[in-house]
C-alpha cells in the first residue's frame, strides 16, 4: 500500500515572518518527519502572481520562501519540494475541475466575499472591482493542487478549511459524474490551539499589514524590529499580565516550558519592558542562528536549490501524469 499523502502549498508572496514560522513551518516541518507519509511541499508562485505582478520579484520570493523552509528543517530528500508552476498538469486539471463546479460555490469564497464586502463598504458602483478571475476561481486552482497528487491530509491555517471543503464539494461532483472514486476526498490538518502571532503594531502579524518580523532579518534588523513592538506604559517594577503581551505570546510560541515559566513569573515581578525586549531577542537570536547560517549558504547557492527544484518536480509530475492519465480516458475515453 503506498504511504497516506500530505500536501500543502506555501505562497510566496513575501518575505516569511513569525507567524509563518510559528503557525506554519514549525508543525509542517514536524508532521513531514513521520516516514509512514509522503509529504508534498509546493511554492504556489502562480497563486502568488494573482497580487506580484514583477516577474523578478516573483521569482525571488519563490527561491527565498524555498530556502527558508530548508533552512528550518525541511529536508528535500524526504519531502517533495516543487514549484507549482513547473507542474504543467496542475494547471489543465484546473480547467477541467472548472467545469465540474457550479459558480456558486466560488461565489461564496472568502477572498472573494470579502473584496465584493469592502467594496460595498466603501461604495464602489461595480462590486467585483479590483477582482480578477485569478482571485475568483483561486479555490479552483487549489483544488487541483490538492487532487492531482491524491492528497489524504492538508495542514493549513483555519483559513483554507472552506478552500478544503471545496475541494471535497467539487472531488465528488467528479467522481460522482464518472461513477469512480478517482480523487481522493482531502481533510484539512489544523492546530487545535493554533495561536496567532501578533505583529509590531498588535495586529495579526501577517504580509499584507506590513507589521511582520521577518524570520531572517539580520542579527540587527531583528534587534531593532524587537524594540519596535508597541507596549503599553507601566513602568519597570509593575507588574504587567503576561497573556495581553506580544512579546510574552511570541516568546513562548519559540521557548520551552521552562524558559516560558520564568519569563511569566519576571512580569508578574514586573521586568521592564526594555528588558523583556531584550530577552525575546536573545532566545530569538539563539534560536535563528543554526537556520540563519543555512538560509545564507542555500540563497547564495541557488545551482543547488534550481536542482532540488527540478528533481521535485519530476516527482511532482510523476504522480500528476498518473492521475491526469485516468482523468482523460474518464472525460474524453483517450
Ligand atoms: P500572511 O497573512 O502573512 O500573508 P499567509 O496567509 O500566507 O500569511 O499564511 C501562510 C501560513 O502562515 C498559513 O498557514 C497561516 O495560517 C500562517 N500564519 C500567517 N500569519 C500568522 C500569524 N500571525 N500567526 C500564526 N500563523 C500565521
Ligand atoms: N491558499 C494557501 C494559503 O494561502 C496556499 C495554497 C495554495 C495551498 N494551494 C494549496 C495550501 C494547496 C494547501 C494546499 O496559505
Known amino acids: 500500500m503506498s504511504k497516506p499523502i500530505i500536501l500543502t502549498g506555501i505562497k ?16 509542517a516541518v514536524t508532521l513531514s518527519q513521520n ?39 525541511l529536508d528535500p530528500e524526504q519531502v517533495i519540494l516543487y514549484r507549482q508552476s513547473d507542474v504543467p498538469e496542475i494547471f489543465e486539471l484546473a480547467w477541467i475541475l472548472g467545469c465540474f463546479t457550479p459558480k456558486g460555490l466560488l461565489n461564496r469564497a472568502h477572498a472573494y466575499k470579502a473584496q465584493r464586502q469592502y467594496n460595498e463598504r466603501r461604495g464602489e458602483k461595480t462590486l467585483d472591482a479590483g477582482v480578477n478571475v485569478g482571485l475568483f476561481t483561486y479555490p479552483l486552482l487549489m483544488a487541483a493542487d490538492i487532487l492531482i497528487m491524491q492528497t489524504r491530509w492538508v495542514p493549513v491555517g483555519r483559513d483554507q478549511g472552506q478552500h478544503i471543503e471545496i475541494t471535497r464539494h467539487i472531488a465528488q461532483a467528479f ?45 540587527d534588523e531583528l534587534r531593532a524590529l524587537i524594540f519596535r513592538i508597541e507596549t503599553d506604559s507601566t513602568k519597570p517594577g509593575e507588574p504587567k499580565n ?16 521552562e524558559e516560558t515559566d520564568s519569563f511569566r513569573r519576571q512580569f508578574v515581578k514586573g521586568i521592564g519592558w526594555q528588558d523583556a525586549k531584550e530577552q525575546l531577542f536573545d532566545l530569538l537570536d539563539r534560536y535563528l542562528t543554526d537556520p540563519r547560517q ?41
Not at 37 to 63: C, E, P, W
Not at 175 to 199: C, K, M, R, S, W
Open 12 to 27: 510566496p508572496t513575501g518575505s516569511l515572518h513569525l507567524g509563518n514560522l510559528v503557525g506554519a513551518v514549525k508543525p
Open 35 to 73: 516516514r509512514e507519509n509522503q509529504s508534498f511541499y509546493f511554492l504556489a508562485d502562480y497563486h502568488a502572481l494573482i497580487t506580484v505582478k514583477n516577474g523578478q520579484q516573483l521569482n525571488r520570493y519563490t527561491m527565498e520562501m524555498a530556502a527558508s523552509w530548508i533552512a528550518l528543517g
Open 175 to 219: 467522481n460522482h459524474a464518472y461513477n469512480d472514486e478517482i480523487f481522493v476526498l482531502p481533510e484539512a490538518l489544523t492546530q487545535d490551539n493554533g495561536v496567532v502571532i501578533p505583529g509590531l503594531d498588535g495586529r495579526k502579524m501577517s504580509k499584507s499589514y506590513g507589521n511582520t518580523i521577518p524570520v531572517f532579518a539580520t542579527h
Open 242 to 257: 503576561p497573556d495581553s503581551s506580544v512579546l510574552f505570546q511570541i516568546f513562548r510560541a519559540v521557548a520551552t516550558k
Open 294 to 334: 543555512r538560509y545564507q549558504e542555500i540563497i547564495h547557492d541557488p545551482r543547488t536549490l534550481d536542482r532540488i527544484l527540478a528533481q521535485g518536480a519530476t516527482k511532482a509530475r510523476d504522480q500528476a501524469q498518473m492521475v491526469m492519465k485516468v482523468v482523460g480516458r474518464l472525460t474524453k475515453n483517450q
